[in-house]
């Protein structure tokens, strides 16, 4: 299971999305279908054609970064963290490896 969730929101388009820290089990079990599943065509299919050119041996390295690069998609698209499911959002954005940005309170 991953660390923990993070739910982001974008402020333009009120659009909301959680993003799990850590491991992804999901990708683990399902390879790039967790990609399709959260909208992230990018990252789905270079995950299908690099499985192919490895015969599913890059779904080891995705598992391990995948969520990461689905936050750093988010934060591209403009998204910030609203809130975290658990623990604290300075380890989550050490765990990440960089600094999450955040929605302001209003």
């Given amino acids: 299971m991953a660390f923990t969730s993070i739910i982001f929101k974008n402020p333009n388009t009120g659009a909301m999305k959680e993003a799990p820290v850590g491991f992804s089990w999901t990708t683990f079990f399902f390879g790039l279908f967790p990609a399709l599943f959260r909208g992230d065509w990018k990252w789905a299919i270079i995950q299908l054609?690099?499985?192919?050119?490895?015969?599913?041996?890059?779904?080891i390295l995705f598992m391990f970064i995948y969520n990461k690069l689905y936050i750093k998609e988010l934060i591209g698209a403009g998204f910030k963290a609203q809130s975290i499911a658990s623990g604290d959002m300075?380890?989550?954005?050490?765990?990440?490896?960089?600094?999450?940005?955040?929605?302001?309170?209003?």
């Fill in 90 to 106: 300075n380890f989550a954005s050490a765990k990440i490896g960089m600094q999450i940005p955040m929605l302001e309170a209003a």
């Fill in 49 to 59: 054609i690099l499985g192919a050119i490895t015969f599913g041996l890059s779904n």
